[in-house]
């Protein structure tokens, strides 16, 4: 453990000058600003094939004028792999400006007696979202995020058993390591930004990963490879709903005028409107509707159809300007699949009612020759539906179609409008703020402290306060047994409320002062006589009891003591949080009140005695 600090010491004043950094620069999983077809490479060799399997022997070209005798090779194709690493997420959806949890198991092989000594450095773990197009033989990175192992888990160093050398190297201890982490995904500064996932059809997905590496290197033949494991996952948007659902400056509306087939020769006038543009996903999609019939047949359908357009573009290098080093996103054969995901038809009813009839079928009369009608009709949006915009090879659109028509053989008029959808979770995202205490405690193997939402073993249940003192259980008919002969009355005099404060806040600075293990029955009443009556002992037995049953966080007796008295109490009266036919009148506050003789209250022994 000595070893491991002393590590981390000498690596945090380490000098990284851009010499020795070119030094130890022998190839990289996913190089940064990299050109289209590198990136492509470089995906190619971490993936995998369509089962994850790499190729034996794979290895990643370095970068720069390094030869191909310095390339990395990929740890996880050997045979017999000396360094094995797995990353376990807590969940496999995430929203950006939240957290990653999980757990990153790194095993260090022994090693035989032919073999080298091997050292590894910080690892990374990554989090990149690409685009694949005709079947994942094109991809395109546009989102990632990386933070060193040594940042993102606190326990990094337990598996270092050595300072680093002048590339920054460690030893690392043989064994199994696990190790949690919680990595932040940035709202602003990362490279790119997520979409959300889809997959349209066969061939075209939008995916994400999770991925562990370590750079591992021989000490005695120098050797390079980069082990590294990945699991897949969703990343999401995160987006402002107040900005995002409120209402457009101007409806999206569009319009169509058109005769219909054996009509006349009026016309049909459709206008259809929208008072936003983004919409979520699985929720209902209201349209706005106005039709003017000026032909001579009646309007009897209309239907909301929700039209998905996926848009894929191949790059094509022959297309690019000669003599440019710099490709352009433009220079690509464009494919287009349209299809139709979700559907509303709206038929017209009853016009008039059938004599002898409290009702009619259907709401919508439809629209009359020389009518004019203005109505809204909706759609359910599908809940895997997503809008992505274009970053290199995919984009995804919707559109919605608005169609009316007088009969199954009449000409149709149809308008469309330009629809964005977006998922909940964007607007929603789940908690995933890192509980640090917990995972520590875990992790060194001592037992955290339960939760308010934990269900204990119902034989071995012990009620605990907030603050975890240990309450005595109850029974139920300890509240009917509660009685204590005399009547204790509050006392108005100023003296007596002054030395009740003072008590009171005094016992309450020593309760929360006093550590669980010190506690003991008698501290649950330190009042005077003239503080507590029968009435006060019944009502505080009964609230715990419903706090006991209901609530596993119920208080202690003496803080539902003291929760009755209130700061000011010349200007208040005494109030229970759990019944409100405990305040007294106003009118008996007015009134003296016989004095009672001081003394010690035997409120707690009356309430062990229950």
């Not at 995904?185 to 990362?190: D, R, S, T, V, Y």
Request: glycine share 6%.
């Amino acid at each position: 453990m000595d070893s491991c600090t002393q590590s981390v010491n000498s690596n945090s004043t380490f000098d990284w000058s851009p010499e020795k950094a070119a030094l130890s620069r022998h190839g990289t999983l996913l190089t940064a600003n990299a050109t289209p077809s590198r990136n492509a490479a470089e995906l190619k060799f971490i993936l995998g094939n369509s089962n994850a399997r790499l190729k034996p022997g794979a290895s990643i070209v370095p970068v720069g004028s390094l030869s191909s005798a310095d390339s990395t090779s990929l740890e996880q194709a050997k045979a017999r792999a000396r360094v094995e690493v797995d990353v376990i997420p807590e969940t496999n959806i995430f929203v950006q400006g939240g957290y990653i949890h999980g757990k990153v198991k790194i095993r260090i092989r022994p090693r035989s007696r032919t073999e080298s000594a091997v050292l590894i450095s910080d690892g990374k773990i990554r989090v990149v979202g690409f685009e694949c197009i005709q079947n994942e033989e094109k991809r395109h990175t546009f989102y990632q995020q990386s933070v060193s192992l040594s940042d993102a888990s606190p326990f990094a160093e337990l598996l270092l058993d050595s300072p680093p050398d002048n590339e920054g190297f460690y030893a690392a201890k043989e064994g199994v390591h696990a190790l949690p982490f919680s990595m932040y995904l940035m709202l602003e500064g990362g490279e790119g930004t997520p979409k959300g996932t889809i997959s349209p059809h066969a061939g075209i997905a939008i995916r994400y990963i999770v991925m562990i590496s370590v750079k591992v290197r021989e000490v005695e033949t120098d050797r390079r490879s980069i082990a590294h494991f990945y699991r897949n996952c969703e990343v999401w948007p995160r987006l402002n709903p107040s900005a995002i659902l409120s209402p457009a400056a101007q409806l999206i509306h569009e319009s169509a005028a058109k005769s219909l087939f054996m009509g006349g020769s009026g016309k049909v006038g459709l206008t259809a409107s929208l008072h936003r543009i983004y919409w979520v996903a699985g929720q209902q999609c209201c349209v706005k509707v106005r039709i003017i019939n000026k032909s001579k047949k009646t309007i009897k359908n209309l239907t909301l159809t929700l039209l998905r357009s996926t848009v894929a573009y191949k790059p094509s290098p022959s297309l690019d300007v000669e003599g440019s080093d710099e490709h352009d996103a433009d220079a690509c054969q464009t494919s287009t699949v349209q299809k139709q995901v979700a559907e509303s038809a709206l038929e017209m009813g009853q016009r008039d009612h059938t004599r002898g009839h409290a009702s009619a079928k259907g709401w919508w009369a439809g629209v009359r020759p020389e009518e004019t009608t203005e109505f809204c009709h909706f759609i359910s949006l599908p809940s895997d539906a997503i809008t992505i915009p274009r970053a290199r090879l995919l984009e995804i659109a919707y559109n919605l179609r608005v169609t009316v028509s007088a009969g199954p053989l009449a000409s149709n008029i149809h308008v469309l409008l330009p629809i964005r959808i977006i998922n909940f979770l964007s607007i929603d995202p789940p908690p995933s703020f890192p509980r640090e205490e917990q995972s520590l405690l875990k992790f060194l193997g001592q037992k955290a402290t339960p939760e308010i939402d934990e269900i204990p073993e119902e034989n071995n249940h012990v009620p605990r306060t907030a603050n975890g003192r240990v309450l005595e259980p109850l029974f139920e008919d300890d509240a009917a047994d509660a009685e204590y002969e005399g009547d204790v009355r509050l006392e108005t005099d100023s003296e007596s409320l002054s030395e009740r404060s003072f008590s009171s806040r005094s016992s309450l600075s020593e309760d929360l002062a006093t550590s669980n293990a010190d506690i003991q029955p008698r501290q649950l009443g330190n009042a005077i006589a003239q503080d507590d009556n029968d009435e006060f002992v019944q009502q505080a037995i009964t609230a715990l009891k419903i706090d006991t049953k209901y609530g596993e966080c119920g208080g202690r007796f003496a803080d539902l003591y003291y929760s009755t008295m209130p700061e000011n109490l010349p200007h208040q009266t005494c109030t229970s949080p759990h019944s409100a036919s405990s305040i007294p009148p106003a009118s008996d506050l007015s009134q003296p009140k016989p004095a009672r003789p001081r003394g010690p209250s035997s409120f707690a022994e009356r309430v062990q005695q229950k």
